[in-house]
């Protein structure tokens, strides 16, 4: 066994013990060594636009023997790369399954291709060579348009979405890029959830949901600034209450022990005090793993509604097709704990379309179609009950084999924001 299958071996019951994995509001710096897990980024003439999808990387040895096999999502660039790299080299190969294949050759058994960068920006480009025209892909990024001509008024109830307002190089998105964003999102969803007030990003996510004709839950993160996180609320959605769906207090604290459940609870009446002073009479609640919810109820018996994140994904007994029967029954586990019926409102639910494999729970974009459909159709009675992860992949955030190096791409269809194109 190689120290690489060790270490997934070792995260992979690592986050099975954890329960959940910890999510990050933002990530930290980026690492300033190289890795074996990196993304990559290949270019091809033939195609059109940047298309994010995945793919078989086999990494060999430089005396051709193979060295690792990984499934990665891979960043076809359609600007030529560099000719004449003697320390990498990049052949293709089509399959069946719409995936491309790309062969690294290494100089040495434990050192990772030197075209692969810290942060997952390659230093030197990986030229396709061969391989025929890429396969039509609904991982292909939309252009900046997408979204901007599709009615802008959603009918009915429709299924929630997360939103983070975080560039790939961890800035803020500025209000034009919320708008692209928002505007990508029109018709497709009733509500978007958003998890705090930094970045100053209430009064542009406020501005851009009123322009689509969606409703928010908005966030307070830091527990220990409710009253000045509720006062940035208020003062951002300029008294607007109508579009406000709930209110979220934290996001995991319990399950990621970094504030007790009673101090959650605390936090909970602090800021609905707050929020009730300011004009807002909806729904207040802990947000925090289905697991720490079911070790303590109290966190969703002093809330206005029960709130959870739960990813099937991270059940490695479920396949994709499993997703919407396991959340139903995760639900209802919920309910049972409880001191009195109470909405349960799935703050979180997705699958990865790049990452490790967790027993019978695997990455990808097909995978992430059929969990997302076996969703819809668990909730179709009830979709305003699911927020789904996320809006789009979250490339700034740092992969972790604790979460199987899933972290930065839960969009849904793989989307990325257009505003990143450039920093990819």
């Known amino acids: 066994m190689t120290f690489k299958q060790q270490l997934l071996g070792a995260m992979a019951l690592a986050a099975i013990?954890?329960?959940?994995?910890?999510?990050?509001?933002?990530a930290p710096a980026l690492p300033e060594h190289e890795g074996w897990d990196q993304e990559l980024t290949v270019f091809d003439v033939k195609v059109a636009a940047p298309t994010h999808m995945p793919g078989e990387v086999v990494y060999f040895k430089s005396d051709g023997s193979p060295a690792l096999t990984t499934t990665e999502m891979v960043m076809v660039m359609p600007t030529p790369g560099p000719e004449g790299d003697e320390d990498c080299k990049t052949t293709t190969t089509m399959t069946t399954v719409s995936t491309e294949t790309y062969t690294i050759s290494l100089q040495g058994a434990a050192q990772p291709s030197p075209a692969v960068a810290a942060g997952g920006r390659p230093s030197k480009a990986l030229p396709v060579k061969g391989g025929g025209p890429l396969p039509h892909s609904s991982?292909?990024?939309?252009?900046?348009?997408?979204?901007k001509n599709k009615d802008t008024q959603p009918s009915g109830d429709l299924?929630?979405?997360?939103?983070?307002?975080?560039?790939?190089?961890?800035?803020?998105?500025?209000?034009?890029?919320?708008?692209?964003?928002?505007?990508?999102?029109?018709?497709?969803?009733?509500?978007?959830?958003i998890y705090g007030t930094d970045c100053d990003q209430v009064p542009p996510i406020y501005?851009?949901?009123?322009?689509?004709?969606?409703k928010l839950m908005m966030g307070i993160w830091d527990i220990n600034k409710v009253q000045g996180e509720a006062q940035m609320i208020a003062k951002g959605i300029e008294g607007d209450w109508d579009i406000v769906h709930s209110v979220g207090v934290g996001n995991e604290l319990v399950n990621n022990q970094e504030a007790t459940a009673d101090q959650v609870v605390q936090a909970v009446s602090l800021a609905r005090s707050a929020l009730r002073g300011a004009g807002f009479q909806g729904p207040v609640a802990a947000v925090d793993t289905f697991i720490a919810t079911e070790a303590h109820p109290e966190l969703c018996d002093a809330s206005d509604l029960c709130a959870i994140n739960a990813h099937p994904f991270f059940d490695s007994t479920m396949e994709a097709g499993d997703?919407?029967?396991?959340?139903?029954?995760?639900?209802?586990?919920?309910?049972?704990?409880?001191?009195?019926?109470?909405?349960?409102?799935?703050t979180e639910a997705g699958w990865p379309t790049d990452g490790a494999v967790n027993g019978k729970a695997v990455p990808g974009l097909e995978n992430q179609k059929i969990a997302i459909a076996a969703i819809k159709e668990a909730f179709a009675d009830k979709p305003g009950d699911v927020i789904l992860f996320s809006a789009f992949d979250d490339l700034w955030k740092e992969k972790t084999m604790v979460s199987f190096n899933a972290d930065q791409h839960w969009g849904i269809g793989g989307a990325i924001s257009n505003c990143d194109l450039a920093l990819i």
Request: aromatic share 6%; charged share 30%.
């Open 207 to 214: 501005k851009a949901a009123k322009k689509i004709g969606v």
């Open 17 to 26: 013990a954890h329960g959940h994995p910890a999510k990050e509001k933002r």
């Open 159 to 193: 299924f929630g979405i997360s939103y983070a307002p975080y560039r790939a190089d961890h800035s803020c998105k500025t209000a034009e890029d919320i708008m692209d964003d928002f505007e990508r999102l029109a018709g497709d969803y009733s509500l978007v959830r």
């Open 139 to 147: 991982t292909e990024i939309a252009s900046s348009d997408s979204g």
């Open 323 to 346: 997703a919407g029967k396991w959340l139903q029954n995760t639900a209802k586990d919920v309910q049972a704990v409880l001191s009195k019926p109470k909405q349960i409102l799935i």
